[in-house]
């Protein structure tokens, strides 16, 4: 049985389903590139307990830094200079590596060369985002460098975070290095 008028609505339901969907789907794709979990402005004012950073300093990544940070990251960092904040002897880092495929944007602060605090900003990867969690990034607390810039304490691994874990690894060794190298050109 036909109802007048039933296939100009039935088209009308089908048009509006169509956009309806198309917006969420075009919504959700902008929001699977990338997940931010503080933004870096957010993270360097806490980092500083009156919120208030001061200026941002740069780190130029001069041909006798750039073995050390090689080293490191087992490849050049994708910067000429690197912006850093300090107080004293508190520095504030945000830095970026690779985890699979594309970067994890990371905050990290030192103090008196010891990991202050860490916290993944921005997360990019379609796995291993689990290392946002304080149950992992809470094992760097109080971590510094020993011989040959490796990290002071052993830092337990993620099942199926595998690679996250070892860019959070070498990003921390990397924040370490950079804050010994400002420290000791301020002595």
């Not at 870096?40 to 950073?53: K, L, M, N, R, W």
Request: net charge neutral.
């Amino acid at each position: 049985m036909k109802v007048p008028g039933a296939s100009r609505g039935f088209a009308r339901l089908s048009a509006c389903i169509g956009i309806g969907l198309a917006v969420v789907f075009s919504v959700r794709a902008e929001s699977d590139g990338e997940d931010v979990y503080l933004a870096p402005e957010t993270f360097i004012a806490e980092a500083f307990q009156d919120g208030e950073p001061g200026q941002a300093s740069v780190l130029w990544l001069t041909p006798a830094l750039k073995p050390g940070v090689k080293q490191i990251l087992g490849h050049d960092y994708n910067a000429l200079r690197i912006r850093y904040w300090r107080r004293e002897a508190r520095t504030a880092w945000i830095l970026e590596e690779i985890g699979k495929v594309k970067p994890i944007t990371t905050g990290i602060v030192v103090e008196g060369q010891r990991i202050s605090r860490l916290q993944v900003l921005v997360y990019r990867e379609s796995h291993g985002w689990e290392v946002k969690h304080p149950f992992f990034t809470d094992q760097f607390k109080d971590v510094g460098l020993r011989e040959r810039d490796q990290l002071s304490e052993p830092i337990d691994g993620i099942t199926g975070a595998t690679l996250s874990v070892s860019a959070l690894r070498r990003l921390v060794r990397l924040a370490l290095y950079l804050d010994r190298q400002v420290q000791e050109s301020s002595d």
